[in-house]
């Protein structure tokens, strides 16, 4: 069966089987999170293609959101708060507006997401002693900008807990914001780095753009 949504416009075909039980199900938009559809019958629904996408605005931002909120759902259980959020703001210059505070004249169906980011803060055991403790963050950031015009992201922040390093988190991070930018079209640059991780990403393979950017690109191990 067909799906329309009817906030952003795309269009998914999704198949509808005979489930043993009863299920209470919700499908949800993978670009807007707008509820297509619920059901509490002996129905299951599985997910089969996207005839249409939403406007690149919207569907790139959207996409990204909903892939990172199922990346971290395993990690989630171990943050005391988390907040995972897409939104509007001024490229490139560090202005965020809360999730839903828009301007009374800004329609996303016609302008999209200009912004995504994660912020948490995580439960440390860790006792903050020694000044090398200090720099041990219990914190997760990240920002990316959507610069639609130039069809280009940017990564601005990228912070990962201490008590999560060492497990790739930060590389499969960007490996899925590459996948997604490259389904539509857009590069990815990663701005503003510290010394550290920009010499990290020029040993993978990136790019350089300048001494504070990098380019991914299909040569830049992430895995
Ligand atoms: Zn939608």
Redesign the pocket.
């Known amino acids: 069966m067909i799906l329309n949504?009817e906030?952003?416009?795309?269009k998914f075909d999704v198949d509808l089987i005979d489930s043993e039980e009863t299920i209470n199900f919700s499908y949800y938009?993978i670009?807007?999170?707008?509820k297509l559809l619920e059901s509490n019958e002996k129905k299951k629904f599985i997910p089969k293609d996207i005839i249409e996408y939403?406007i690149s605005q919207?569907a790139l931002p959207?996409i990204i959101h909903t892939l990172l909120n199922n990346f971290m759902d395993e990690y989630k259980p171990m943050f005391k708060e988390l907040s995972i959020n897409k939104g509007w703001a001024k490229s490139n210059l560090h202005i965020s507006l809360d999730d839903g505070n828009y301007n009374d004249d800004y329609d996303f169906t016609k302008e999209g997401w200009t912004y995504f980011q994660i912020r948490g803060t995580i439960d440390d055991p860790t006792e903050k002693k020694s000044i090398e403790d200090i720099f041990k963050t219990p914190g997760m950031a990240l920002a990316i900008y959507f610069l639609h015009e130039y069809e280009q992201v940017q990564i601005q922040t990228l912070m990962i807990p201490y008590l999560l390093r060492r497990k790739g988190i930060g590389k499969k991070i960007i490996s899925i914001i590459y996948e997604a930018c490259k389904v539509f079209g857009y590069r990815l640059l990663v701005v503003d780095m510290v010394e550290s991780f920009y010499n990290r990403l020029l040993e993978r393979g990136a790019i350089m753009i300048d001494f504070e950017t990098v380019e991914i690109t299909d040569n830049t191990k992430l895995v």
Do not use: L
């Open positions: 949504c906030i952003c416009h795309a938009c670009f807007c999170e707008n939403p919207i959207g």
